[in-house]
């Protein structure tokens, strides 16, 4: 099916606060809409996230459209997220406009006039893909209720009304206060921009809706917007936009079972696609830990080294921390060690920043556990990559000569010592190179999303258990694209189930389903949610 208008049918939703759900119902609507035929594509003009992804042609975006557009069944384009920051350090971001790093730029000097510079960037995005895509779903950030960030705008409701689209306030009711966080944040914007919030969603919740209904019906009265939806707290693996996840989580100490691995992944201060393991979590066998003090690592069955926004600040953060010393004395009793992108950088000999490219650091010692040397440059490489697996040692002799692929961002050049033999032979661009490389069982690649690889994740794990004496005790899971299909359609069964769908259908100027297999019910007061497991 296919709307009337020429330009896009569209929705927004917004929230009351950050870590609301935004981004997760966003891919809901995305893949609901996808499911029934249109054409759809993602929208969040500004994202804060060191989680970020390469498109195709080359450029840099937010994880989270990338999500989005992976739900709605579309390449991940640039235009999406046509603003990315990256924090960098305590008071700054590195700016990346349309997909290119414009350098590093302060808050303070960011949210005034420079801010203000990149809305003609987000305003040509948003109409282009307003023209070449049946409907958008746009996301805002944190609240449109920001009294202090509200007069440079350019992701709440200056969106909203650039594209009349109707807005879904969503609230995470988990948390509590969902009823007062509504109230004040309607009573905080501007009348124009709350006749565009058409619809209020509880997100997260848990218990008996029966018991939650006098309070629906006070919002309802209090504000006269409907309630259109409360939706479970649930357990679909969705990735998650940023770091808020993993620092969120309690550390936890050494695990023993004997029925899992134990993978410990460092979890720096300027940590940086952190997705790159949610291949690792998602099998059976393997418990992933994220660890920042040295009493909590243990002697876990692997150590990763994951990517960093700031790699010499997260370097001395190891040296300082007594976790780079520890890691090198287990890299010497031969504990495998795996580092990727600035976790590949930091276990060389040193890493340089003469022109300051990342931070104030010119350069720190590294680990010492692979023979090489990193300088950094201002410009960024930031590629999709495939090539083979060329190492024939420890787990690769299980998948040697097999395909590899992924995406690189970084900023710093590896020079290796003469005679190193390379990890892969990639190939980007029509331009092939070499890329990685291995000193005992220390391991550095550049290339993220490494464990999505499914045949060189299944021969890691296997090498993992046989140095245990073990044979492994499941057998190999579904492939990572086959486990993403199945919880994007489980995310949308579930939404689809929670809110008024046909209501916001309506708001959105779309013809009401009549397909009897795609359903939703009149009220919210009438779902029944006692099937429902668990969050995200």
Request: aromatic fraction near 6%; charged fraction near 20%.
């Amino acid at each position: 099916m296919s709307p009337e208008k020429q330009t896009a049918a569209r929705l927004m939703v917004q929230g009351t606060s950050s870590s609301v759900g935004k981004s997760v119902l966003a891919a809901a609507f995305c893949r609901i809409f996808y499911q029934e035929g249109y054409r759809v594509s993602p929208f969040k003009a500004q994202n804060m996230a060191l989680n970020s992804f390469v498109t195709a042609a080359g450029g840099e975006m937010g994880r989270a459209q990338v999500v989005q557009a992976q739900a709605a069944g579309v390449d991940p384009d640039v235009r999406m997220n046509p603003i990315l920051l990256k924090p960098s350090g305590p008071k700054g971001s590195q700016v990346v406009i349309m997909g290119v790093s414009q350098g590093n730029v302060t808050a303070l000097r960011y949210h005034g006039e420079y801010q203000r510079l990149t809305w003609p960037h987000a305003q040509k995005a948003l109409h282009e893909l307003l023209n070449d895509y049946e409907i958008v779903v746009i996301e805002g950030a944190g609240s449109p209720a920001e009294v202090n960030l509200k007069s440079n705008d350019i992701v709440n409701m200056r969106v909203a009304m650039e594209a009349k689209a109707p807005v879904l306030l969503v609230a995470d009711i988990d948390r509590g206060g969902a009823l007062a966080s509504v109230v004040g944040t309607l009573e905080l914007i501007e009348p124009e921009e709350r006749a565009l919030i058409k619809g209020i969603i509880f997100n997260k919740f848990r218990g008996e809706l029966a018991l939650l209904q006098p309070a629906l019906d006070f919002i309802e009265e209090r504000t006269g917007i409907p309630v259109v939806g409360v939706v479970p707290y649930f357990k679909i693996r969705i990735p998650d936009e940023d770091s808020v996840a993993i620092s969120e989580a309690a550390e936890k100490p050494a695990m023993s079972s004997a029925d899992q691995l134990d993978i410990a992944v460092i979890r720096l201060p300027y940590i940086s696609n952190f997705t790159d393991f949610d291949a690792l979590q998602d099998e059976p066998d393997v418990s992933v830990r994220y660890i920042t003090e040295l009493d909590n690592l243990g002697h876990p069955d692997l150590i990763i080294i994951p990517g960093s926004k700031n790699t010499l600040a997260d370097l001395r953060f190891l040296h300082e921390s007594g976790l780079g010393n520890q890691i090198f004395e287990f890299w010497k009793e031969d504990l495998p060690i795996i580092g990727i992108c600035g976790g590949y950088q930091m276990m060389g000999r040193l890493v340089k920043d003469p022109l300051h490219t990342e931070s104030d650091l010119e350069e720190v010692s590294g680990l010492r556990i692979l023979p090489m040397v990193t300088e950094f440059y201002p410009q960024k490489h930031t590629v999709q990559s495939k090539g083979t697996i060329q190492s024939t040692r420890s787990f690769f002799q299980g998948c040697t000569g097999e395909s590899v692929a992924g995406y690189e961002i970084h900023m710093g050049r590896s020079i290796l010592d003469e005679g190193q033999e390379p990890l892969f032979e990639l190939t980007s661009n029509g331009v092939s190179y070499p890329d990685g490389l291995q000193a005992g069982n220390g391991y550095g690649t550049y290339l993220h999303g490494i464990f999505d690889n499914d045949h060189l994740r299944t021969s890691l794990l296997n090498w993992l258990w046989q140095r245990k004496d073990r044979t492994r005790p499941c057998t190999a899971t579904q492939s990572q694209a086959a486990l993403r299909e199945s919880a994007f359609n489980e995310l949308a069964d579930l939404v689809r189930q929670s809110v008024d769908l046909e209501r916001i259908r309506r708001m959105m100027g779309l013809p009401q389903n009549d397909d009897p297999e795609i359903t939703t019910p009149a009220k919210v007061s009438v779902i029944d949610q006692s099937s429902s497991q668990g969050n995200s």
